[in-house]
């Protein structure tokens, strides 16, 4: 008998539990809702919501709109974003999570001091990165990999920050080797701005694709925590399978094979994992 289990522990994390919440009771009232770029980074989701009315847009887009009502998704947008809904008269219904909002304060804050450096670890162009960079008028420097650290002035002063989503082993290599190669005279500060609802995801996915034969991770390909979760899952486990939806089930994986444990992103609804789950059960 196959047996198939779900992980607690994956499905959306609080912050977009919250922008979606917002998004299905605004769209309830029958009012038009734009949401500026994909609410989560989950095409399957995206068209859900797209059927209830909700219609998403870029920035290009959002320029010529006025009199609107336009959701700002989870990964927070920078202060360009509300100077235009303010001259469009467009009214703003904030969904950034809190813990990006706080790190946009933080930085902003540095920033307004004359930080020398303001550096942050994270995926160049992705959503909450830009609204991050914004809080410095576009001076912030932006470095994706452990690689790129020696990138850096080690002469001057450094205050290195984090994407929310990044992996924490990764942060903490790269302030090792800032502290290593830092001059003498400059200062240099990080802040741990990691979401624990992420960063606590990793040791508990590992755990869950140990216990079993086949691991099915459910999850959009646009999503960078997916991409960090599902290498973590293929580490432990190499039979580990990225999919989107239950149509990509391939049957020849299921061969001679007891459990299979089914999980996902951040950005990975539950009642998507649930179709997967029933998709196996289905042919067995």
């Known amino acids: 008998m196959l047996k198939v289990e779900i992980d607690n522990g994956s499905g959306f994390c609080f912050g977009v539990t919250t922008a979606i919440q917002k998004a299905e009771e605004e769209l309830a009232k029958g009012n038009t809702l734009y949401c500026l770029g994909d ?18 847009i870029n920035h290009e887009e959002m320029r010529r709109l006025h009199d609107v009502k336009v959701l700002l998704r989870a990964h927070g947008e920078p202060p360009a974003t509300y100077e235009l809904a303010r001259r469009n008269n467009i009214e703003i219904i904030d969904a950034t999570c809190p813990v990006v909002l706080q790190l946009q304060k933080r930085i902003k804050k540095q920033y307004e001091l004359g930080a020398a450096q303001i550096v942050i670890f994270g995926k160049n162009g992705h959503a909450e990165v830009l609204g991050l960079v914004g809080q410095t008028e576009s001076s912030a420097i932006v470095i994706e990999s452990f690689e790129e650290v020696r990138m850096l002035d080690f002469t001057r002063d450094i205050y290195l920050y984090s994407q929310t989503t990044k992996s924490l082993d990764e942060f903490h290599r790269i302030i090792e080797y800032i502290q290593q190669n830092i001059s003498h005279g400059a200062t240099f500060k990080s802040f741990d701005t990691i ?10 996915i590992s755990s869950f694709a140990t216990k079993h034969d086949l691991i099915l991770f459910v999850c959009g ?12 899952c293929l580490r432990v486990n190499p039979n580990t399978h990225l999919i989107e939806g239950p149509e990509e089930i391939d049957s020849s994986w299921l061969e001679g094979i007891q459990t299979v444990g089914v999980c ?16 196996i059960l289905a042919e067995h």
Do not use: Y
Not at 39 to 56: A, P, W, Y
Not at 196 to 204: K, Y
Not at 221 to 227: E, I, P
């Open 39 to 56: 609410i989560v980074h989950n095409g399957m989701e995206c068209d859900r919501l797209r059927q209830m009315g909700l219609v998403t």
């Open 264 to 279: 996902g992103a951040t950005s990975t609804p539950k009642w998507l994992m649930e179709q997967c789950r029933d998709a």
């Open 221 to 232: 390909r646009k999503s960078s925590n997916g991409k960090v979760l599902f290498n973590e």
């Open 195 to 204: 979401c624990r609802s992420v960063a606590n995801r990793m040791p508990n």
